[in-house]
C-alpha cells in the first residue's frame, strides 16, 4: 500500500493546499451528503457507499446507499459495518500507547530486546525501535510475500504462534534501508509491532485492541476481517466487499478469500460502523486538545507530530486550505476507507465504500470534502 498512500497524499496536497474554503451561510449538511454521495455512486456505478459526518461528539449528517452485495436487493443500512483497511494502523498504535503509558513497552524498545532469543536476527533489525515500526521509518519491506495469503490461523493462541513464526523469518532477512533514515510505508512494519505487544503481554493483538480501545470507548460493532456472520454465508447480514473484472462487478463474500491473511491484522483487519469510527476519530481529536479519555495529552501529542513524510503513528498529517487535516485512509482492493479530523471546526468526516473500485476513484475524497466544508463555517 506505500504506493497507494503515496498518491493519495499527492491527491491531496495538490489539490486541498489550493483551494480556499467557501464559508457560506449554514445550509443543510445533511441533503449536501446525500447529493454528493448518490452522486459519485450513480456517476461510478458502486455498489454502496456510506459516510457519517461528526461534530462536537455529535451526529451531523449520515448517508447511506446502494446495495450489501451487487444485485442482491439488499440496501445499506446506517448501522452497517465497513472494512477499515489500514485505518487499523492508528487504533494498533494507540492501543501500543496504552502498553507504553502502563509501562509495559517503551518507545525506544528494539527488536533486539523483545527478540533476543532469536539468534538468527539481523544486526540492522536489531536496532529498529518501536517507535520506527509505527512511523514507518523502521526501513522494513512494504509487505509479505505473497505465501502468507495462504495463512488463516484460529484466533487465539495459534494465530499468536504464525504471527510470530512470520515475524522472525522477515526478521532474519535484510532491511530495505537503515533505521530512521527514511519513510517507507510498510505492512510489515505494524505486523511487527503487533507482535512485540503480543510477546510482552502473552495477549493476542485482538484481544488487546479490544482491551485498550475498543472496550474503553464502547465501541460495540468493531470485529476483525471481514464483517457478516460467516457461519451464514448465505445470509446477507452485513456488506460484502467487491471486486471488478472485465466482465463485472463481483462479491467476495465472507471467507477467507475476502480479506489478507489476519497473520496482517495489525497493520489493516478491523471493521466497524461509520459511527464508531467517527467516535473512535473524535477520541483522537478531543486527545489533540488535552481532553481525550484513552492517553494523557503528551502521548497524544507525540502520536499526532510526524516523523517524516508528514506520517505520525497511523495518521497522516496535512492541510486543507489554511486548515489542519489529519487523515487516513485504508482499502484491502475489496473496499476503501477514509477518516478525516478538522480540529478547528471540532469535526470529523468518515467515509466507506464495498466497491473495490473506488480505490481508482479516490479523487472524489476531494469532492466530499470541498461539498461539505465549503458549507460550513469554521
Known amino acids: 500500500m506505500n504506493s497507494h498512500l503515496h498518491k493519495a497524499l499527492k491527491v491531496f496536497l495538490l489539490t486541498l493546499l489550493t483551494y480556499a474554503p467557501i464559508l457560506s451561510a449554514s445550509t443543510d449538511i445533511q441533503e449536501k451528503l446525500r447529493d454528493v454521495l448518490e452522486g459519485m455512486k450513480k456517476e461510478h456505478k458502486l455498489v454502496g457507499v456510506g459516510s457519517v459526518i461528526l461534530q462536537g461528539g455529535q451526529v451531523i449528517a449520515q448517508y447511506t446507499s446502494g446495495e450489501r452485495e451487487v444485485n442482491s436487493g439488499v440496501s445499506l443500512s446506517k448501522n452497517d459495518k465497513w472494512h477499515l483497511g489500514s485505518i487499523t494502523k492508528s487504533m494498533t498504535a494507540t492501543m501500543i500507547a496504552r502498553l507504553v503509558e502502563k509501562g509495559v513497552l517503551n518507545w525506544e524498545s528494539t527488536i533486539g530486546d523483545i527478540f533476543a532469543k532469536d539468534k538468527a536476527i539481523d544486526k540492522q533489525w536489531q536496532k529498529v525501535t518501536l517507535r520506527q515500526l509505527l512511523t514507518h521509518t523502521s526501513g522494513a519491506p512494504t509487505n509479505f510475500s505473497a505465501d502468507i495469503q495462504a495463512e488463516h490461523p484460529k484466533k487465539g493462541k495459534q494465530r499468536i504462534q504464525h504471527r510470530y513464526n512470520w515475524v522472525v523469518e522477515i526478521l532474519n532477512l535484510p ?16 505486523t511487527v509491532a503487533g507482535v512485540i505487544a503480543e510477546t510482552v503481554t502473552g495477549q493476542s493483538w485482538e484481544e488487546l485492541i479490544e482491551q485498550e480501545v475498543f472496550k474503553p470507548l464502547g465501541t460495540e460493532s468493531a ?35 475476502a480479506d489478507n491473511s489476519p497473520i496482517m491484522g495489525p497493520a489493516g483487519s478491523v471493521h466497524m460502523s461509520l459511527q464508531d469510527l467517527s467516535q473512535y476519530a473524535f477520541e483522537h481529536l478531543q486527545g489533540i486538545k488535552g481532553n481525550g479519555s484513552l492517553l494523557n495529552k503528551e502521548t497524544y501529542q507525540l502520536i499526532h507530530t510526524p516523523a517524516l513524510n508528514s506520517y505520525s503513528f497511523g495518521w497522516v498529517q496535512s492541510t486543507f486550505g489554511d486548515e489542519t487535516h489529519i487523515w487516513h485512509n485504508g482499502s484491502n482492493t475489496y473496499w476503501y476507507s477514509y477518516v478525516g479530523l478538522f480540529p478547528s471546526r471540532d469535526l470529523v468526516i468518515t467515509f466507506s465504500s464495498n466497491d473495490g473500485s473506488f480505490f481508482s476513484n479516490q479523487h472524489l475524497i476531494n469532492e466530499l470534502l470541498i461539498t461539505i466544508l465549503g458549507d460550513m463555517d469554521v
Open 175 to 190: 532491511l530495505n534501508s537503515n533505521p530512521g533514515e527514511s519513510f517507507s510505508y510498510s505492512n510489515v512494519g505494524y
Open 223 to 257: 470485529g476483525f476481517g471481514p464483517p457478516g456472520e460467516r457461519n451464514r454465508v448465505n445470509v446477507i447480514s452485513q456488506p460484502r466487499g467487491h471486486i471488478e473484472l472485465p466482465e463485472g462487478k463481483y462479491s467476495v463474500g465472507i471467507g477467507n478469500e
